[in-house]
């Protein structure tokens, strides 16, 4: 049996399939693939890998699965930021697996989630969101939240309409970002409107309405290293309503 090793953990078998730790991988692939020519170019030996053969160039990561870059060229292909999965070639600019509509450079970068082309408001640099309105838009703590966002008209989470919420009025309470420390401090948040309060987790993707009679007097407290929003007569802790006692 030949056993052509890679690194990183994977070996070719015969040139007719991959393992990696010992395990068939990328099987839907091999009609495709160049057993002769193909390598990795990059990995962290588990989760996130570039390859090339004398065809393609492919990519796999935590973000997507085994995949063909479109219309790179294997000779040019170059990496820029492997840890944010960025990466160029045959003058297109990469996002993982995804081919932006224009280039790294032409974006104004917002956060990490938002970036701005003139009058154009992207999210995830290929999504673009039309409805939103470039010059008053703003992303909400940027460096801490990364993907709350509103303008004149709406506030957004990630790339959706919060409907409902009021933008002229919408803000994250304050104390959510002091240097006092908190679990889950990272990506749990209250905000609140004129009209409503609400509970933000970011990694979950969500962000959860609060009907709280009392929207003057919801404020937020760290008590335990735990973080609790309170009205005058409930108290929430990750979204979730209790009655003060």
């Known amino acids: 049996m030949g056993r052509k090793s890679l690194g990183h953990h994977f070996f070719i078998i015969?040139?007719?399939?991959?393992?990696?730790?010992?395990?068939?991988?990328?099987?839907?692939?091999?009609?495709?693939?160049?057993?002769?020519?193909?390598?990795?170019?990059?990995?962290?030996?588990?989760?996130?890998?570039?390859?090339?053969?004398?065809?393609?160039?492919?990519?796999?990561?935590?973000?997507?699965?085994?995949?063909?870059?479109?219309?790179?060229d294997p000779v040019d292909f170059r990496i820029l930021d492997f840890e944010n999965g960025k990466s160029t070639s045959?003058?297109?600019?990469?996002?993982?697996?995804?081919?932006?509509?224009?280039?790294?450079?032409?974006y104004q970068v917002l956060s990490e989630y938002y970036q701005r082309?003139?009058?154009?408001?992207?999210?995830?640099?290929?999504?673009?969101?039309?409805?939103?309105?470039?010059?008053?838009?703003?992303?909400?703590?940027?460096?801490?939240?990364?993907?709350?966002?509103?303008?004149?008209?709406?506030?957004?989470?990630?790339?959706?309409?919060?409907?409902?919420?009021?933008?002229?009025?919408?803000?994250f309470l304050e104390e959510c970002f002091t240097e006092v420390y908190y679990r889950e401090c990272d990506h749990t948040y209250y905000a609140k409107d004129n009209n409503c309060a609400y509970?933000?987790?970011?990694?979950?993707?969500?962000?959860?309405p609060i009907k709280t009679k009392n929207i003057d007097h919801f404020r937020f407290k760290v008590v335990d290293n735990l973080g609790y929003a309170f009205d005058e007569k409930y108290y929430y802790l990750f979204g979730k309503r209790k009655a003060i006692n």
């Open 14 to 72: 015969d040139n007719k399939f991959i393992l990696h730790f010992d395990s068939e991988v990328y099987r839907k692939f091999y009609s495709v693939i160049d057993f002769d020519s193909f390598e990795v170019l990059k990995s962290n030996g588990s989760t996130f890998h570039y390859f090339r053969d004398k065809n393609h160039v492919y990519v796999e990561s935590y973000m997507n699965h085994f995949a063909v870059l479109p219309d790179a």
């Open 90 to 106: 045959n003058r297109n600019d990469y996002l993982f697996d995804e081919k932006l509509p224009h280039r790294f450079v032409d």
């Open 117 to 171: 082309i003139d009058d154009t408001i992207y999210f995830g640099y290929t999504r673009v969101l039309s409805q939103a309105d470039a010059a008053s838009f703003e992303v909400l703590y940027a460096d801490e939240v990364k993907n709350v966002a509103k303008d004149k008209n709406h506030v957004y989470f990630r790339d959706k309409i919060v409907e409902g919420a009021d933008a002229a009025s919408f803000h």
């Open 199 to 208: 509970y933000v987790d970011t990694i979950a993707r969500a962000i959860k």
